[in-house]
C-alpha cells in the first residue's frame, strides 16, 4: 500500500503560480508512475501531468508550457506558472504499482479572475 500526502493548494490571482507536492509513503519502491489529475467545477477528472520512474512525462495540452512536473524519490512536484481561472479544480496526485492507482485526498487550487 502507498499513502500520500498532497500540499500546496490555495489561492491565487490569474498570472500568478503555484507549487503542489505529493509525498508518498508506504512501499514506495514498487511505484511506478506518479501524476497530478485535476477535477474542475461539474467536470470529470482528467490527467493534467505525468512522470514515469524513468523520467519520462506527460501533459495535458492545455497544460504545456505552464506546468512543469518533477520527481524526486518518493515525492512529485507540479509547477505551475501563468495560472488561468480554468485551472481552477481538485487536483489529486497519483501514484502507481503495479494493477493499482492510489489517490491523494486532493487540493483545491482556484484560480480569480
Known amino acids: 500500500q502507498v499513502q500520500l500526502a498532497e500540499s500546496g493548494g490555495g489561492l491565487v490571482q490569474a498570472g500568478g503560480s503555484l507549487r503542489l507536492s505529493c509525498a508518498a509513503s508506504?512501499?514506495?519502491?514498487?511505484?511506478?508512475?506518479m501524476g497530478w489529475y485535476h477535477q474542475p467545477p461539474g467536470k470529470q477528472r482528467e490527467l493534467v501531468a505525468a512522470v514515469t520512474s524513468g523520467g519520462t512525462t506527460d501533459y495535458a495540452d492545455s497544460v504545456k508550457g505552464r506546468f512543469t512536473i518533477s520527481r524526486a524519490l518518493n515525492t512529485v512536484y507540479l509547477q505551475m506558472n501563468s495560472l488561468k481561472p480554468e485551472d481552477t479544480a481538485v487536483y489529486y496526485c497519483h501514484a502507481d504499482l503495479i494493477g493499482h492507482r492510489n489517490w491523494g485526498q486532493g487540493t483545491q487550487v482556484t484560480v480569480s479572475s
Open positions: 508506504g512501499t514506495i519502491f514498487r511505484i511506478t508512475t
